[in-house]
Nanobody, 124 residues
């Protein structure tokens, strides 16, 4: 069973909204910090957002803050990324990560679990 499975991606117009979901098949899901990254073709991976174990402290990259929101539902073993006012530069493969020790960040590339990703394409 795949530990993390993302869904919710698609092709949208600039200004539209999408909500990505990442369902985890992990025991003690609430013990994991969660994050979203993205990677566009030919570009480095980019940290997007993270949320701590209790879901009380979200954090965002400068490029998405005030437009994106991360939240988790521990009862459903799911983390969400709500994306508003999408821009063409948001086009990328979005994937979630989970770690029992480290908060996801731009400085770290190694996590306990990583999903396969879901594609988001934003046209102008």
């Amino acid at each position: 069973q795949v530990p993390l499975v993302e869904s919710g991606g698609g092709s949208v117009q600039a200004g539209d909204s999408l909500t990505l979901s990442c369902v985890a098949s992990i025991r003690t899901f609430s013990n994991y910090a969660l994050g979203w990254f993205r990677q566009a073709p030919g570009k480095e991976r980019e940290f997007v957002a993270r949320i701590n174990w209790r879901g009380s402290i979200p954090s965002y990259s400068d490029s998405v803050k005030d437009r994106f929101a991360i939240f988790r539902d521990n009862a459903k073993n799911t983390v969400y990324l709500q994306m508003n006012r999408l821009k063409p530069e948001d086009t990328a493969l979005y994937y979630c990560v989970a770690d029992s020790t480290y908060l996801p960040s731009a400085q770290r590339d190694d996590y306990d679990y990583r999903g396969q990703g879901t594609q988001v394409t934003v046209s102008s």
